[in-house]
């Protein structure tokens, strides 16, 4: 297994561009490696995050082509939707699945290998599903499949070890939302602890008054003071939910510059309280459509945020998926979190 410091060197992308998907988007794409080599996608987490550098070596650049992209509204794609006058109707998991699509055809791949964690874990099982003929294996580093119970968990749920950070959080969102129970009581969507949905169709945004649709009516709040506080609000707490992880830096989303970190959670709070635009338990029930696609997932049992069930769910079903566990590694992963990835896609390369 190639450890951490063994990664491969820092590479520049031969080609990039901006690829208009329509309804005035435009989608940053780069190329690196090996043109001749194993086609690869990337696709980053967040939703909002943009893709970096550093997911570039994970790959041996003489054996891989790699494509990495920026999702809709975020990086260096346009428009950026730090700014709240940019209309996000047109930014939602379907039209992010078009746009992978079409930037394949733009690239001129006919079947590629996946790879992303956390968001993008979400984003490549429900791209594979739709389009399994185009995937030839999966890395996977942190699975999560934007499950309204997940969704739950994360914003409430998790809160019973935080309670402090909780109230924090829940306090910050007070200006956008009519009432958010606590972390052991019903939540205000209608979906309960267990993430049980109270009644027919009730999602991560009904009813108006649960903590992420009310952060996301802060975020586009016309005072850029709103918007600020609203987004280090989320940021205090989504670091506070990953505080406890003994690996990676002490504050992940606080550090953001001011305009990423505002577009991340602008988009995030979007999707989430849209449950992702995903019928509940939709990935889990349709893993069978990814038979015969060879695939390594990667979790940490010590991740609070994503935790370890859904992975395991996941393996169950799709059988030609194999999952490892990291015991010392939280969501920020480790040092074999890492070595593990780049020994999958090693592999994958032959």
């Not at 009432?179 to 949905?197: I, K, L, Q, T």
């Not at 990423?260 to 995903?278: E, K, M, N």
């Not at 939709?282 to 370890?308: E, F, M, N, T």
Request: proline content about 6%; some cysteine.
């Amino acid at each position: 297994m190639r450890p951490l410091s063994d990664s491969y060197p820092p590479i520049e992308p031969y080609d990039a561009g901006m690829l208009d998907v329509g309804d005035g988007n435009l989608v940053y794409w780069e190329v690196c490696g090996n043109p001749r080599g194993k086609p690869a996608l990337v696709v980053h987490g967040g939703p909002g995050s943009g893709c970096t550098a550093r997911a570039r070596r994970y790959f041996d650049p003489d054996r891989y082509r790699v494509v990495l992209f920026d999702q809709r509204g975020c990086g260096r794609s346009t428009p950026h939707v730090g700014d709240p006058a940019m209309d996000l109707r047109h930014n939602t998991t379907a039209h992010l699945l078009a746009d992978m699509e079409r930037l394949r055809r733009h690239v001129g791949i006919e079947r590629w290998l996946l790879f992303g964690g956390s968001w993008g874990s979400t984003l490549i099982l429900a791209y594979a599903q739709r389009h399994p003929e185009r995937v030839s294996e999966i890395v996977i580093p942190g699975v999560t499949t934007t499950r309204r119970s997940e969704i739950d968990w994360l914003y409430r749920g998790v809160g019973r070890f935080f309670p402090e950070a909780w109230e924090r959080f829940r306090d910050g969102a007070a200006r956008g939302a009519r009432r958010v129970d606590g972390p052991g009581g019903a939540h205000a969507d209608g979906v309960h602890a267990d993430g049980a949905e109270a009644g027919a169709g009730a999602g991560a945004g009904a009813g108006g008054g649960d903590l992420v649709a009310a952060y996301g009516r802060l975020m586009g709040d016309p005072d850029p003071a709103v918007r600020e506080r609203a987004a280090a609000d989320w940021c205090a707490w989504e670091d506070a939910v990953l505080s406890m992880e003994p690996h990676g830096s002490a504050h992940p989303y606080g550090d953001r510059p001011s305009t990423a970190r505002l577009a991340l959670v602008r988009i995030c709070a979007h999707y989430f309280s849209h449950g992702a635009w995903l019928e509940e338990g939709v990935l889990l029930r349709g893993a069978g459509r990814l038979a015969g696609i060879p695939g390594v997932l990667i979790h940490g049992r010590q991740d609070l945020s994503s935790p370890l069930d859904t992975a395991w769910e996941l393996s169950r079903t799709w059988t030609d998926a194999r999952l490892i566990v990291i015991d010392d590694a939280g969501h920020k992963g480790s040092g074999r979190t890492r070595a593990e990835v780049i020994a999958a896609l090693d592999r994958f390369a032959r």
